[in-house]
């Protein structure tokens, strides 16, 4: 397994930007699928985003498409979620999330390690 560690979230109002940060430690990690996840109070755990391990294939989940743009540095061993025209259905707790494997899956049950969880508020 890998330890994550997600930072960067906060309150913000509709419409602002916000950025998060993971950070990985633990296996070698330009060969982990990253991912986010996020969940809201009552809801199952939702994909966001993912990035396969040479960073070259991204997939988005449809309710944040053209909004969220994830990246992977792997010198520094860190994943990050830039967060764009943000609404109140947004709001969620938001993981970091990785599997061994070369591709990027869109259920939380594939995913063998995940950070804390990090508050993200959208509200006016």
């Known amino acids: 397994q890998v330890r994550l560690e997600e930072s960067g979230g906060g309150l913000v109002q509709p419409g602002d930007s916000l950025r998060l940060s993971c950070l990985a430690s633990?296996?070698?990690?330009?060969?982990?699928?990253m991912a986010w996840f996020r969940q809201a109070p009552g809801k199952d755990r939702e994909f966001v985003a993912g990035?396969?391990?040479?960073?070259?294939?991204?997939y988005y989940g449809d309710s944040v498409k053209g909004r969220f743009t994830v990246s992977r540095d792997n010198a520094k061993n860190t994943m990050g979620l830039q967060m764009n025209s943000l609404k109140p259905e947004d709001t969620a707790v938001y993981f970091c999330?990785?599997?061994?494997?070369?591709?990027?899956?869109?259920?939380?049950?594939?995913?063998?390690?995940w950070g804390q969880g990090i508050q993200v508020t959208v509200s006016s």
């Open positions: 999330a990785a599997r061994v494997g070369r591709f990027v899956l869109r259920n939380a049950i594939d995913y063998d390690s």
């Open positions: 633990g296996r070698t990690f330009s060969t982990t699928v």
């Open positions: 990035v396969k391990g040479d960073g070259d294939s991204i």
